[in-house]
């Protein structure tokens, strides 16, 4: 086993993660790691803010399927609707731009 680098799919050994929007497990390489800070949910992109994490396919889809599903305040354990947009943002800034 490689101590860094990607581990491959087939790997059996490779940490997995449920997303919260479509609840399909997968590598935690693929998945954006998102964690709150106050009443916001940030993309966490180096790894390293402190506090509970939840795991979401980087794809506006399952950001819409979690928000439908009210998956985040469920995630974080919080009461009331938390602020995505700068989880939304980072999506809609990364893949291919259409405009
Ligand atoms: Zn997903």
């Given amino acids: 086993m490689r101590r860094h ?3 491959e799919y087939g790997g ?4 997995q993660r ?3 929007g479509c609840r399909v497990r997968t590598a935690k390489s693929e998945l ?3 964690v709150r800070v106050e009443d ?9 803010l402190p506090g509970r994490g939840a795991s979401l396919h980087p794809s506006l889809s399952c950001l819409e399927l979690a928000e439908r599903r009210r998956a985040f ?9 938390l602020d995505m ?3 939304r943002a980072h999506l809609e800034g ?4 259409v405009m």
């Fill in 5 to 7: 680098g990607k581990l």
């Fill in 12 to 15: 059996h050994a490779g940490p």
């Fill in 18 to 20: 449920t997303c919260v």
């Fill in 32 to 34: 954006l790691h998102l």
């Fill in 40 to 48: 916001q949910v940030v993309p966490d992109l180096r790894g390293r």
């Fill in 73 to 81: 305040p469920r995630a974080f354990r919080v009461p009331g609707p």
């Fill in 85 to 87: 947009s700068p989880v």
């Fill in 94 to 97: 990364e893949p291919r731009n």
